[in-house]
């Protein structure tokens, strides 16, 4: 077997060199395969990378921007494409782009015109062939520029009264002005931003096609005299014109269980009807299946007042938190006067499933044992007619254990049931009902139980929590306040080799132990997320963006006020105040997380993250809690270790089975870049290295070099490196990872650089998980 895998190397580069002399047959006679594609500026106004968005016809992909792996997939099959082999083989690559001079001369003329747009009117785009040999060619596109036009003066003509004193009021937000470069792309925005100040002005009927622009240059200066028109409202091309008409809201209609389509007057009177505010809702049978004051909690489409955009999209938004509603549709009725132009807006509300149960079976991976869980929830989505969801879920998970020594049975058991309900508003006294009405916000209480059986010890949570969540006006940014969370940690069994071990351990890390006990844990709570490409998904976004992510946490400093309050010392037999004869944990923690998303193509990015976080425990506690530990390692850390076997600092253990729960610490730094490519259909491809570790901020006896120092802290930062692959199936990612060590701050000497030496067994480490690791 040792001798099979330099067999089986050789003969996978092999039959690449073999594919890539292939190629050959796809070509045409007298043609040429585009080989690559260059854009080249003299200006650094106007980026290349820009410009690539206008090249019509690119080169064949390349794995990490370095081998056209796909093509030479493609080129390995045979030119009979009866045989299934070969059809499979085209499928699953890239067919040779074959260079033409159409599409290369209507990509120079595309390039052209965007330079042009972007003041560049003189700009030229030169179309250079290069021959790379007999049968290849590489295209370059080289952009001279010359001297941008720039905007000396802007002026307007309005003819419409109204709208040129709408205009002349905006002048603080208006975007042209003298001196900036005659940009095509920054009048069309204009053009945009004027629309939408005047949709929310009541100009229902207004568009931007009635927005114009004139620019007069002169000869040899550069300068454009720029004029901005706003044509009056016609009914037809051949009618007469006239002023652009505001729109008053006349009633406001919600239609429950109908369709869009139908909302005659006919449709509507055979169905009953209520008044709620300032509201008419029709709707079928003895009541409505949401109360009327919940839906007019989400309008935003006032009566009586003039017609805007804003107010529908905000209606549109508001409705959204309603898990009732499986879509909502607005529709206006007009009714222009000779002195007015009224609106009737019909609100459609379709309505979802009350109910849904559903099953989920999974595979885990825990530091490389194996295991599988099943869980069945039951869901309603409109437990009291106002869209309140309430969700219950019972699960089961099963793990094998490996690598523990002295217990017959190594497996570990998970049983646990949770229940939540949601309200899609601010629950909380004393907020005002405008408040209410201007954050989109839902309101959540939980309770849940779980009972853990591993060899070494059980430990059963109680829990109960009461939460809020919120967006803000800032698009992609999220805010979450765990206002109360109350756990109750109970470790009803410990096995006598595991107490022996905490006891042994009593001299190198005497806080241990006190992870391991029954323990209160009262929490608040802050988190707040932004994603600059907005409401992100698994997928990896398409263009360059950014994502925040900060959190914050205390526990116990009110119920250690209030026990100190009542009692000035702990009682004699303990050393913590208690309650109940349980100790409560206290401490504070912050973490924040960073990612940067570089896009180089539609096929490659590159991804950098940073991560940092602390927490600190005072007062009630000696320690932090084992679940609010740090550690190090595993698929979303520092791939080259499996999960908590690394640090902290320089700690290198002591090869017990019961030693990863020495791998842990209050404070963690997680360095990450990580290069992505498209390989095939549905797989993605990764290359990466990983930085970091965890460290103490407390002495531990045996542990001096797990302590966090400003002076050596930098020496004890791992590293790793690694290549991975994931199958992407759009609503699901599945990730294979694999790291190897790079740098070993747990050893010493050589050891400590395992990617002079590497030892595949000693230095490897494979993941398995779902999703990306930032």
Not at 359 to 376: M, P, Q
């Given at each position: 077997?040792?001798?099979?895998?330099?067999?089986?190397?050789?003969?996978?580069?092999?039959?690449?060199?073999?594919?890539?002399?292939?190629?050959?047959?796809?070509?045409?006679?007298?043609?040429?395969?585009?080989?690559?594609?260059?854009?080249?500026?003299?200006?650094?106004?106007?980026?290349?990378?820009?410009?690539?968005a206008y090249v019509r016809q690119k080169p064949n992909a390349k794995w990490f921007s370095l081998v056209k792996i796909p093509m030479y997939i493609y080129s390995s099959s045979g030119l009979d494409s009866t045989k299934w082999f070969n059809r499979f083989l085209r499928k699953l690559g890239d067919k040779p782009r074959i260079y033409s001079r159409t599409l290369a001369e209507e990509s120079r003329r595309q390039i052209q015109r965007a330079v042009q747009n972007k003041g560049y009117m003189g700009a030229q785009v030169k179309l250079d062939e290069v021959d790379k040999s007999k049968k290849k060619k590489e295209v370059r596109y080289v952009i001279r520029t010359g001297n941008p036009y720039v905007i000396s003066s802007v002026a307007y003509d309005i003819q419409d009264y109204k709208i040129r004193e709408w205009v002349a009021n905006d002048s603080v937000n208006h975007t042209l002005k003298p001196g900036m470069r005659f940009d095509v792309n920054a009048l069309e925005e204009e053009r945009g931003r004027i629309t939408r100040m005047l949709a929310n002005k009541g100009y229902y009927r207004f568009n931007k096609d009635y927005i114009t622009f004139q620019a007069d240059t002169m000869l040899n200066t550069y300068q454009v005299d720029?004029?901005?028109?706003?044509?009056?409202?016609?009914r037809s091309k051949d009618a007469e014109p006239e002023l652009h008409r505001q729109y008053y809201v006349r009633d406001v209609n919600y239609v429950l269980d109908a369709e869009a389509s139908d909302l005659s007057e006919r449709s509507l009177s055979e169905m009953d009807s209520l008044k709620c505010d300032d509201l008419k809702i029709y709707y079928n049978g003895k009541k409505t299946y949401l109360r009327p004051k919940v839906i007019a909690s989400s309008n935003r489409i006032q009566k009586g007042q003039l017609y805007a955009s804003d107010d529908v999209e905000s209606t549109f938004s508001f409705l959204s938190r309603l898990r009732i509603l499986k879509y909502s549709n607005i529709r206006f009725r007009e009714e222009v006067r000779q002195d007015s132009a009224l609106l009737d807006a019909y609100t459609v509300l379709s309505r979802n499933k009350n109910q849904q149960i559903s099953?989920?079976?999974?595979?885990?991976?825990?530091?490389?044992?194996?295991?599988?869980?099943?869980?069945?929830s039951y869901t309603h989505r409109n437990l009291f007619r106002g869209s309140e969801t309430f969700t219950t879920k019972v699960r089961g998970a099963y793990e094998a254990i490996t690598g523990l020594e002295g217990y017959t049975?190594?497996?570990?058991?998970?049983?646990?049931?949770?229940?939540?309900?949601?309200?899609?508003?601010?629950?909380?006294?004393?907020?005002?009902?405008?408040?209410?009405?201007?954050?989109?916000?839902?309101?959540?209480?939980?309770?849940?139980?779980?009972?853990?059986?591993?060899?070494?010890?059980?430990?059963?949570?109680?829990a109960a929590s009461w939460s809020y969540r919120w967006i803000s006006k800032r698009q992609g940014a999220n805010h979450r306040l765990d206002l109360l969370d109350i756990n109750y940690i109970y470790m009803p069994y410990r096995s006598e080799q595991f107490r022996k071990y905490l006891d042994y351990m009593d001299d190198v890390n005497p806080l241990l132990r006190y992870s391991y006990e029954d323990l209160f844990i009262l929490r608040l709570g802050y988190t707040y997320t932004y994603?600059?490409?907005g409401f992100s998904t698994m997928q990896t976004a398409r263009r360059s963006s950014y994502s925040i992510r900060f959190n914050v946490e205390e526990s116990g400093n009110l119920i250690y006020g209030l026990s100190k309050l009542i009692h000035n010392h702990p009682r004699h037999d303990a050393e913590s105040y208690q309650i109940g004869n349980i100790s409560f944990a206290q401490y504070v923690k912050a973490d924040f997380d960073f990612a940067k998303n570089f896009v180089i193509d539609n096929r490659n990015s590159v991804v950098f993250h940073f991560g940092l976080g602390i927490a600190v425990p005072y007062g009630n506690s000696k320690s932090l809690p084992f679940e609010k530990l740090y550690?190090?390692?595993?698929?979303?850390?520092?791939?080259?270790?499996s999960v908590r076997s690394l640090g902290p600092g320089g700690y290198r253990g002591d090869g017990n089975?019961?030693?990863?729960?020495?791998?842990?610490?209050?404070?963690?730094?997680?360095?990450?870049?990580?290069?992505?490519?498209?390989?095939?259909?549905?797989?993605?491809?990764?290359?990466?290295?990983?930085?970091?570790?965890?460290?103490?901020?407390?002495?531990?006896d045996r542990q001096s070099e797990g302590q966090f120092k400003f002076n050596t802290f930098y020496k004890q930062i791992a590293a790793s490196y690694g290549l991975g692959i994931r199958l992407d199936l759009d609503f699901l990612?599945?990730?294979?990872?694999?790291?190897?060590?790079?740098?070993?701050?747990?050893?010493?000497e050589t050891r400590r650089f395992p990617l002079i030496r590497p030892n595949f067994s000693r230095d490897f480490a494979f993941h398995f998980a779902v999703g990306y690791p930032f």
């Open positions: 077997m040792k001798k099979l895998i330099p067999i089986c190397s050789s003969l996978f580069v092999t039959g690449f060199l073999l594919a890539g002399c292939s190629v050959g047959k796809f070509i045409p006679e007298g043609q040429y395969l585009l080989e690559d594609v260059h854009v080249e500026s003299d200006n650094k106004e106007v980026k290349p990378s820009e410009m690539h720029l004029t901005l028109k706003i044509e009056p409202f016609r099953f989920e079976i999974e595979g885990t991976n825990s530091a490389g044992d194996l295991g599988a869980a099943a869980s069945v049975n190594s497996n570990y058991t998970e049983y646990g049931i949770e229940s939540s309900l949601s309200f899609p508003q601010f629950m909380f006294p004393f907020l005002s009902k405008k408040f209410k009405r201007n954050v989109r916000a839902t309101s959540e209480v939980g309770v849940k139980y779980n009972w853990q059986i591993r060899p070494e010890f059980e430990r059963t949570l109680a994603n600059s490409s550690f190090s390692g595993g698929a979303n850390s520092v791939r080259g270790w089975s019961l030693d990863y729960v020495n791998h842990t610490g209050d404070m963690k730094l997680d360095l990450n870049l990580e290069y992505r490519t498209h390989l095939f259909w549905k797989f993605k491809g990764a290359a990466f290295i990983d930085a970091g570790n965890v460290w103490t901020l407390k002495q531990r990612i599945i990730r294979f990872d694999g790291g190897m060590k790079a740098f070993n701050p747990m050893e010493t």
